[in-house]
């Protein structure tokens, strides 16, 4: 995707984070939340996506826990002014190189039964299907559908070029410390203009 970056979030990219949450999701993250992910969670990556002309200006955005071989996808999201442009293809993408990279097998994530675009998206990447979780979102007791992607599954189709899977493994690879440094984001950002 030419003209676009993607690096590791900042404590500064919180408000405009916090901003789209509220704009796409029913319930949002606080800014407490994303605080403590970004501090407290050793487990977690945050990817942004920008402009490469205008990096402080946040298009997008995902998380990811680490767990042993497993990556949990916490939240993605696009801007709704900039939704239907890749963006969001582009940012799972990064988030997956990034997890076959740093040691993850298996990814997986919850996603409202009807959230259409999203569903297609993941399955597009080749996520599938693997059962509901009961009750699992509390402001409507709605299920959650489960989805996984399983790396020794992900082929030829979707392999992420080694120039991109090496700056991800390379610049990607602050994105998870316990302790993030106000500029450690800022040095762990992946260029990605002529890219995917
Ligand atoms: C879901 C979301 C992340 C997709 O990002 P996006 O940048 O808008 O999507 P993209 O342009 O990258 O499209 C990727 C794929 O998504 C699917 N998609 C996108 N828009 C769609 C639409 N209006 N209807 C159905 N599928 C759609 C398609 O499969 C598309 O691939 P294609 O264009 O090759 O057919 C974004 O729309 C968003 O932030 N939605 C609100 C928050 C959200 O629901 N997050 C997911 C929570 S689990």
């Known amino acids: 995707m030419a003209g676009y970056e993607i690096r590791t979030m900042t404590q500064e990219d919180i408000p405009q984070i916090v901003a789209i949450e509220r704009l796409v999701f029913p319930t949002p993250w606080s800014a407490a939340a994303f ?3 970004l501090e407290d969670n050793g487990m ?7 402009a490469a002309a205008d990096p402080a200006t ?3 955005y995902g998380g990811l826990w680490k767990i042993f071989d497993e990556g949990h996808i916490t939240n993605v999201a696009v801007h709704p002014a900039h939704q239907g442009k890749k963006l969001g293809r582009f940012l799972i993408h990064a988030m997956i190189a990034w997890a076959w990279a740093n040691g993850i097998s298996h990814v997986t994530l919850e996603v409202r039964p009807g959230n259409q675009r999203a569903i297609a998206l993941y ?4 996520f599938q299907e693997a059962g509901l979780r009961p009750g699992y979102y509390e402001d409507t007791r709605e299920d959650a559908l489960i989805m996984w992607l399983h790396k020794e599954k992900w ?10 899977r090496t700056k991800l493994k390379n610049g990607a690879r602050d994105g ?8 450690a984001g800022r040095r762990g950002g992946i260029s990605l203009g002529s890219g995917d």
Do not use: Q
């Open 176 to 183: 998870l410390r316990t302790k993030p440094r106000r500029e």
């Open 123 to 126: 399955k597009s990447v080749g």
């Open 155 to 164: 082929g030829k189709r979707y392999k992420v070029k080694d120039g991109l």
């Open 58 to 60: 946040v298009l997008a």
């Open 44 to 50: 977690a990556l945050y990817l942004i996506l920008t």
């Open 35 to 37: 605080r403590s992910e």
